[in-house]
């Protein structure tokens, strides 16, 4: 984190409104990606990034590390929607309610539908850093920082959930020669 960081962070913890919204507009593709990994739904995870935002205005006082800020604004997104999927589970399923796995997408290929269901089927943590690294493409060191992170074990699980992507796809991508 360089030092114009730090100090827009610190500014925002200290009520600057401005230094907020710059946060927010650098950080809201990467809660909704978080949220989307663990919901699966666009609409509950754009709730999840507002409902997120308020909160972490209305308790930023709590962050005494600035440099920490951006983990904590993912652990908020991350429990927003922890909470949601729970309530899911508790209601019975409906139309609404369909299994993340289960979900078509209407104009996509088979190798498409394989790819959501491969990556549904990972754990949490997992989805959320290839989401973050392969789709939204940041870089090692923002990701460490977002998920709170070490290098090691950034790694580690990237190399675990691609292994994993590689297996449940082997036979999909076979089947393409």
């Known amino acids: 984190m360089d030092a114009n960081e730090r100090e827009q962070y610190e500014a925002a913890i200290h009520g600057d409104r401005e230094a907020f919204e710059m946060i927010i507009r650098t950080h809201s593709r990467t809660l909704f990606a978080i949220a989307y990994g663990i919901l699966q739904s666009r609409e509950e995870a754009e709730d999840v990034v507002q409902d997120s935002l308020v909160k972490a205005w209305k308790t930023r006082w ?14 908020i997104a991350r429990h927003k929607a922890h909470d949601i999927f729970r309530k ?7 139309k609404e309610g369909i299994e993340p796995t289960e979900i078509q997408f209407p104009d996509t290929t088979a190798i498409d539908q394989q790819l959501h269901s491969a990556l ?36 580690g699980i990237l190399g ?17 020669h």
């Open 160 to 176: 675990r959930a691609l292994a994993s992507m590689r297996k449940q796809l082997r036979p999909a991508l076979a089947s393409m």
């Open 88 to 94: 899911r589970r508790t209601v019975p399923l409906s």
């Open 120 to 155: 549904a089927a990972l754990p949490e943590l997992h989805r959320t850093a290839l989401t973050l690294r392969y789709f939204e493409e940041m870089d090692y060191r923002t990701i460490e920082n977002t998920l709170g992170l070490t290098n090691g074990a950034l790694r």
């Open 62 to 75: 709590r962050v005494r590390d600035p440099e920490k800020f951006p983990a904590w604004l993912t652990t």
